[in-house]
């Protein structure tokens, strides 16, 4: 196992955004978490990747018992991040937010290296050709790419992405997709946060369903679609249905 | 690393290196004691820039280094009877001692809660000297005339103080274009631009916002100890002196904070400046209401500062201008 969270629980003052959450995650595999607006699927990825503690509960990472750890602790171990509200460092290079993925992740390469590991990076969500623009000047899809670009660079064990085919058209869906998939061949382990239901349906090997903070459902994804549950968490969100019913 | 071969690190380092060259072969007093000046405020800005500039944690009250440091190597000159060279460096430890402790607590705040912080910091920093019996509490120390004779006289040592103020000065700005070019600078600037997303990457950020307030605390230390050496004595008021810290502010910003050059440039313009504006009588009382207004210009039309500004505009230069 990779990843091992038992009975994790997040409260913010009087809101329980996690409640006795528990799952586990093993090797090479790719993890699909869903969810209506407001679920806390974030919040399981803050509290995953040491943004900051769960209030109760444990999380294991490769073995070790990380609870609490710091952020940068945890980047170090070999797990990284790709945001849902983007986050480029943006008056730096395109090309030197990556190096701070490499420089900084799991590896903590030296510059020079880093410079050449964020240039395959870019290349392969294809972003290579802006890598001198201040990344500050992309769009919302390129800066997307960029976050994910950064996660890379990292070279980690564990990639967390929330989010990433937000506002992507169809064709840069297919795009990412493929990197997504390629990131996978390559030994990463993969946990995403989705809404465009196609796609994570057909790239996840598992997925597990987050609704008012519990988890309400967890199986491959032609079982999950068909949990009564699920559906009915999804019938309490009009915009998701929305969205299911389009596809 | 190869900084040698980059044009930025040589106009930086050859700027300060060939101005305080010429003035030790052109050898006249009155020169000496302006170009004085101008290396101490490209000493105080440049080490300001380590932590405003790079790391984008806004300091009001650096002179504190300055004042601490300075007093304590200026202490263990005049009252143990140490080697210059020594005091400097053991001002400079201190300094640096304090940052750490200080950087510790204080950098836990951010934006200006920070700041408001750093005024604090100063203000404690005089009140404390100023009662604590072994610095002379508010008279302060002064130095025997007979330490200047180690260094053959006073006229001799003043072109001595001034030789050691220029190397520091080279020092320096070359640790700061290191800093600002290695993997550790790479962190800074990612702290800078956002720091949740800076931890998330792995950059151990309390560390390193600590790591480089100590930094840029050990320069101030070794200046304050040469300029209270060369004026023979320290007193609280002229060691905390809040206005200085604000105008090594003005010059970051003025020059272009982040860039190694800014401070640099900042320094010159700010000093040429001010003798300008001192000997008006309209601007001579005005002398901190003017640094203010400078400083509101610059954030409102010139937040990149002198060098930004040319880097925008003549794109071509930028590899010079770093
Ligand atoms: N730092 C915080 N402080 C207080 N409340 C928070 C914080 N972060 C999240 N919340 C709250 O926790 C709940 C879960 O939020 P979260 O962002 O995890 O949802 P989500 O499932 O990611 O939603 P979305 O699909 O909209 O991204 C929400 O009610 C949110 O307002
Ligand atoms: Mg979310």
Redesign the interface.
């Known amino acids: 196992m990779i990843l091992q969270v038992k009975n994790v629980s997040k409260q913010f003052g009087g809101l329980q955004a996690l409640n006795d959450v528990s799952f586990e995650l093993s090797e090479g595999r790719i993890l699909g978490l869903i969810g209506p607006n407001g679920a806390g699927k974030t919040t399981l990825f803050n509290t995953i990747?040491g943004?900051f503690a769960p209030t109760q509960g444990q999380i294991v990472f490769r073995g070790e018992d990380v609870t609490g750890q710091?952020?940068?602790n945890m980047?170090?171990r070999g797990l990284?991040?790709a945001?849902q509200v983007v986050?480029?460092?943006?008056?730096?290079t395109v090309h030197?937010n990556v190096?701070?993925?490499a420089?900084?992740?799991r590896e903590?390469l030296?510059?020079r290296q880093?410079a050449r590991r964020a240039e395959e990076a870019l290349s392969r969500v294809g972003l290579i050709e802006r890598a001198e623009q201040p990344a500050g000047s992309l769009n919302v899809a390129q800066k997307k790419r960029l976050e994910m670009a950064?996660a890379l660079a990292?070279q980690p064990y564990l990639i967390l992405l929330d989010e990433v085919l937000a506002g992507l058209n169809p064709s840069e869906i297919t795009a990412m997709m493929a990197t997504i998939r390629a990131i996978r061949e390559q030994g990463a382990t993969i946990f995403m946060i989705e809404h465009v239901m196609q796609a994570i349906m057909s790239i996840s090997d598992h997925i597990i369903v987050l609704d008012y903070g519990s988890l309400i459902a967890s199986g491959p994804p032609q079982e999950v679609a068909n949990n009564q549950k699920v559906i009915e968490a999804y019938l309490g969100d009009p915009r998701l249905t929305e969205r299911l019913m389009a596809e | 690393m190869s900084f040698w071969r980059s044009a930025g690190f040589w106009i930086n380092v050859l700027l300060v290196a060939i101005g305080g060259a010429v003035v030790l072969l052109i050898h006249q007093d009155t020169l000496r004691e302006t170009v004085f000046t101008i290396l101490m405020f490209v000493i105080l800005a440049s080490s300001l820039n380590i932590i405003m500039g790079l790391t984008g944690y806004v300091n009001f009250g650096h002179i504190v280094f300055f004042g601490l440091g300075g007093y304590f190597g200026f202490f263990l000159l005049s009252q143990l009877g140490w080697p210059l060279y020594l005091c400097m460096i053991a001002g400079g430890a201190l300094s640096v001692v304090i940052a750490l402790v200080v950087g510790a607590a204080v950098l836990r705040l951010r934006g200006a809660y920070f700041a408001l912080a750093t005024i604090g910091i100063n203000e404690a920093a005089r009140a404390f000297v100023a009662n604590f019996a072994p610095f002379g509490g508010a008279t302060g120390l002064y130095v025997n005339f007979s330490a200047y004779n180690a260094y053959g006289g006073s006229s001799k040592a003043l072109w001595w103080i001034f030789t050691l103020l220029w190397i520091v000065t080279i020092i320096t700005v070359v640790v700061c274009y290191l800093v600002k070019h290695s993997r550790f600078g790479l962190g800074l600037i990612a702290i800078r631009e956002d720091e949740d997303a800076a931890m998330v990457m792995g950059v151990k950020t309390p560390w390193a916002k600590t790591a480089a307030f100590a930094l840029s605390a050990f320069f101030p230390a070794l200046v304050g100890t040469l300029y209270f050496f060369k004026n023979g004595n320290v007193e609280p008021e002229d060691a905390f002196r809040f206005q200085l810290s604000l105008e090594i502010l003005v010059m970051v910003m003025l020059g272009g904070k982040g860039y190694v050059l800014g401070p640099i440039i900042g320094a010159l313009a700010y000093e040429r400046l001010r003798g300008v504006l001192l000997v008006s009588p309209l601007f001579k009382n005005l002398h901190l209401a003017l640094s203010g207004a400078i400083l509101l210009l610059i954030v409102l039309f010139m937040p990149g500062g002198l060098v930004g500004w040319v880097r925008d505009r003549l794109p071509r230069l930028r590899r010079w201008l770093e």
């Open positions: 990747n943004v710091p952020a940068y980047a170090r990284a991040r945001h986050r480029p460092l943006s008056d730096l030197e190096m701070v993925g420089c900084f992740g903590g030296g510059l880093a950064r990292a």
